[in-house]
């Protein structure tokens, strides 16, 4: 998601929101841009396409003096990336606001101002807000009273920060949906969207709460709940690391992004989800069209985001109803394939340079897809850039080259897809998008349940000490789940490992299976459960060594030559992403007894950027 940094001080802010912009830049943007009220009450404003580095070099020949200021880093949802559409936006000479989410019902407010005169500059949702803020502060003896009365108009998520030339000294903040913090400094406060911003200049925050707006002067920060009662905000002393890339007090960088994902899958959704459904703007200008009208999608992706992609499948078809492939993509280009109509090509990337996929988006543009979508972690890259439309997982930098918390941010991203896609098509009714979206909101808390069995993980591993082979079962979409479980082990603990439909192994696999051949079976408690148990029995009746990650409720006892891992019931929908986190431990503790080098695995790169 997009980067917010705001501040109120007596000396120059512009370096101190540069710095912040560049703190945010690990997500990645294509465009920047700040605004500072000077002296003399002269609002400047500066903005560029691209990185922050564009508007860093600008700074140096348009330097923005003053002690008020905000500053932004934006990812394309209304607009394409331009000067125009870039933050922050303004309503005539007074008003500048960034804003950080999704504004739902920005069509007929729009229609609304124009008709009472406002001119729009932009193609964005956020230039609603300025106009907004503008005209309730004709009507308002205060700017607090002005923003108070703006949010009440507003549907959908947002995180915006406003500032007004005629009154410097304060800046104004709302929050609905989409994260803001406040940094205290002494005669000098701070605002970002995320606190790493802030990192360098302070340690104490106040983390705004959903529906809050807030007043920040040099000395003071004054804040009201979404029914306009004065409220206080606890201060929390952070003890972050400013490096992001700083292991902390994890062991690797891959053991720090696994226990990452319930905070990282919380930023996947952010902004993006309401308390009841999927926002679909979220997926960019036009999206809901697009989506009332795509009959199938083609799924390309390499490694880890192809396993994504088939668990994306069975949500596509059994979810949304609507037909489904998924293809390696060194495959894809190198095979001539049928396009059906109305289909959208939708590729999957953590780093967005993978030759294999982008040579594949490519030769899509020329076989008459309709659209061409990618669900990428790097703004700016090449998929991004060449896409149609982009999807952003905002997991953050991952340093391990075996993929943890991208994987589940894709199946997340591809889980609120699927709902908005299956929505749009009427076949996800208003019942089921919230059972969807509640699960998802529970998602980190039961994250944070599985995490809590690392150290009973640790101690199963220790049976694969003298293994040079394993086997992972799955059913249905637990299928690709045991594909990425497989992966993960032989990529970090060199142990030859595959993945079956549990179904096939009287089709071969059973040949396999023996005192010294660990089975590893993905359990949950779903339709697929009693035909599981068959053929877990099959592997103990020719002496295979199981593994059984089991919900708690489909009724495994441990017996000799079964050991059970048992895990949370939770919804179905998000079961997938969940039962992913004990297989990542299971690897990452393998690979340990192994003595492997865990976040650098031999003969591995993190982004496959040649064929």
Known sequence: MCGIVGAVAQRDVAEILLEGLRRLEYRGYDSAGMAVVDNHKTLHRLRRIGKVQSLADALIETPLLGGTGIAHTRWATHGRPSEANAHPHCSGDNIAIVHNGIIENHAELRESLMEKGYIFTSQTDTEVIAHLVSEQRSKCDDLVSAVQQTVNKLEGAYGTVIMDREDPERLIVARSGSPLVIGLGVGENFIASDQLALLNITRRFIFLEEGDVAEVTRRQVRIWNMHGQSVERDIHESNIQQDVADKGEFRHYMQKEMFEQPTILGHTMRGRLTDHSVLIDSFGHGAAALFEKIQHIQIVACGTSYNAGMV????????????????????????????????????LSQSGETADTLAALRLAKEQQYDTVMTICNVAGSSLVRESDIAFMTCAGTEIGVASTKAFTSQLVALLMLVTAMGKQQ??????????????????????????????????????FADKNHALFLGRGEFYPIAMEASLKLKEISYIHAEAYAAGELKHGPLALIDSDMPVIVVAPSNDLLEKLKSNIEEVRARGGILYVFA???????????????????????IAPIMYTLPMQLLAYHVALIKGTDVDQPRNLAKAVTVE
């Not at 109803?321 to 049928?338: L, M, T």
């Open 551 to 573: 919900d708690q409720q489909a009724g495994f006892i441990a017996s000799e030559g079964m050991s059970i891992m048992t895990l949370p019931s939770v919804p179905h929908y």
């Open 312 to 347: 994306a499948r069975y949500w596509f078809e059994s979810l949304a109803g609507i037909s489904c492939d998924v293809e390696i993509a060194s495959e894809y280009r190198y095979r001539k394939s049928v396009t059906r109509p109305n289909s959208l090509l939708l590729t």
């Open 426 to 463: 009427g076949q996800i009714l208003a019942d089921q998008e919230q059972d969807i979206v509640s699960a998802l909101h529970a998602l980190p808390n039961y994250l944070e349940q599985t995490l809590a069995l690392d150290q009973d993980i640790e101690k199963l591993a220790e049976s």
